[in-house]
């Protein structure tokens, strides 16, 4: 396994949840999503899931869907991402995050999905992509994220 992971979390929740959502998240720094959303523990991996992340993409694709990405260390920030979704659902009990990551090998690649700090998914596989072949991630890596199943 390789050490960096990319993560693409995708919120779901009403347009006034999200709203606050991006609000208090705006301009946090790595430390401060370790702060805010992570769990009791001694090391990272206790508290959010992982040894480390690194915000490295964030966007509003829609009113009611937000995207953050984050490279980590060897696992998604599964306990991270289970705080973020009740941090939403203090406004919107409805909503969940669900999403993909793969390491840099992409041995693994994922797909997982939130409904609550209670209810985690997650389904993955491994790809042995050939790096020969220019359009891998269309040919080879869709292909398998599209046949996980949660």
Not at 12 to 26: G, I, P, R, W, Y
Not at 70 to 81: G, K, L, N, Q, R
Request: hydrophobic fraction near 35%.
């Amino acid at each position: 396994m390789a050490n960096t992971c990319t993560n693409r979390i995708y919120f779901h929740a009403s347009k006034e949840a999200l709203d606050s959502f991006e609000q208090l998240v705006e301009g946090f720094s790595d430390q401060d999503f370790i702060d805010k959303f992570g769990s009791e523990g001694d090391t990272n991996i206790d508290r959010i899931g992982c040894k480390w992340i690194m915000k490295d993409d964030w966007y509003r694709e829609d009113d009611e869907t937000y995207m953050l990405g984050f490279e980590s260390a060897w696992y998604p920030p599964d306990t991270m991402i289970k705080n973020m979704v009740a941090e939403i659902q203090k406004e919107d009990q409805g909503a969940y995050a669900d999403g993909r990551y793969w390491d840099e090998g992409f041995d693994p690649i994922g797909i997982f999905q939130c409904n609550g700090p209670d209810t985690y998914y997650s389904a993955e596989t491994s790809v042995d992509v050939d790096w020969d072949n220019e359009t891998f991630w269309d040919d080879e890596l869709e292909p398998a994220f599209e046949s996980l199943e949660l």
